[in-house]
């Protein structure tokens, strides 16, 4: 159970064709004009399809924002150089006034996309834990020793920052382990709100053996606020290609209608503790999507859920 939410978007950062990818700084602009709390970037090196590099997405929006905070939703940080990668994050912490949410994830439903990075695929996990101890250290200005590179050189990154809120993306018991050592919340995906319920109070057994809080829980959301039929239709379609997860399940997860619908499912999923939603959005004329999105805030019974 939870007694506040934060409810973000994704920014449609990929799309079939590269020319159906939207202009991303003004749709950030109208996510923050419609009052959400975040907007979210996916990453991936190869997909596929067109799909834009999530810091650089992310800082178009930072240009053209000034509250909303920036989420990746999920960084691959394991595909990156160590180096670089807390240059990035901290230049675009830096840079938006600190409104980083660092979302971290292992990757693994595209195998292909790792070995064009020199990163073995097996290895990634281990990986990810290694560059997340690292990283307060690199961020904080601090000399560093980069284990992971021949040499093991030292480095001091500046200008230095603040840790940014980390949230981990996953939901393996060892992605649950990561978020009690690394985050300040868990991220889900592709749960049903009684999964979600199961995870959550595992997160919290977890927390309570190491003795300290249970991280947040956040979750993807996919929504199409639409009554239209075939914009439910699209995304589950879509959503089974992405995932090759079946059309059952699919329909099962996605949810479509009015506001108060989608407010309705949102309740269902603080139940099981969610406070976070990184919401996926379907359909035409999404900037009154957002706008639509927004009224989902005033109808939720955050007390009483």
């Known amino acids: 159970m ?22 991303i700084p003004e749709h950030a602009r109208q996510m923050e004009l419609a009052g959400l709390d975040a907007v979210w970037a996916g990453d991936h090196l190869s997909t596929g399809a067109p799909f834009l590099e999530s810091t650089v997405a992310l800082a178009a929006a930072a240009a053209v924002t000034s509250r909303i905070r920036l ?23 830096h840079l938006s ?57 030292t480095v001091r990154l500046e200008p230095a920052v603040p840790m940014p809120p980390v949230w981990i993306g996953g939901v393996s018991e060892r992605a649950l382990c990561r978020a009690v050592e690394h985050g300040v919340g868990w991220l889900s995906s592709l749960l049903e709100p009684d999964e979600l319920a199961v995870r959550t ?5 977890l927390a309570a053996a190491r003795g300290v809080p249970a991280p ?55 139940r099981a503790g969610a406070g976070t939603f990184v919401v996926n959005l379907s359909g035409a004329q999404r900037f009154a999507q957002y706008e639509r999105l927004a009224e989902v805030r ?8």
């Open 216 to 270: 947040a829980v956040g979750t993807t959301l996919f929504a199409a606020l639409s009554e239209d039929p075939a914009d439910h239709a699209r995304l589950v379609g879509f959503l089974c290609h992405l995932t090759g997860l079946p059309a059952e399940r699919m329909e099962r997860l996605v949810v479509s209608g009015s506001p108060a619908r989608v407010a309705e499912r949102v309740e269902e999923y603080m």
């Open 71 to 93: 989420g990746f939703g999920v960084l691959l940080l394991a595909m990156r150089q160590q180096a670089w990668a807390a240059k990035q994050i901290g230049s675009l912490h």
């Open 97 to 153: 006034g600190r409104r980083v949410l660092l979302g971290v994830g292992v990757g693994g439903e595209k195998p292909g996309e790792w070995p064009p990075a020199g990163v073995p695929f097996a290895g990634r996990g281990a990986r990810t834990d290694e560059l997340l101890a690292a990283l307060p250290d690199l961020l904080g200005g601090r000399d560093t020793p980069l284990r992971s590179v021949p040499g093991g050189p």
């Open 298 to 305: 005033g109808l939720l019974d955050v007390k009483n859920v």
């Open 2 to 23: 939870t007694d506040s939410v934060c409810l973000g978007v994704s920014l449609p950062t990929f799309a079939a064709r590269a020319e159906d990818i939207p202009d």
């Open 201 to 205: 109070a595992a997160l919290a057994e």
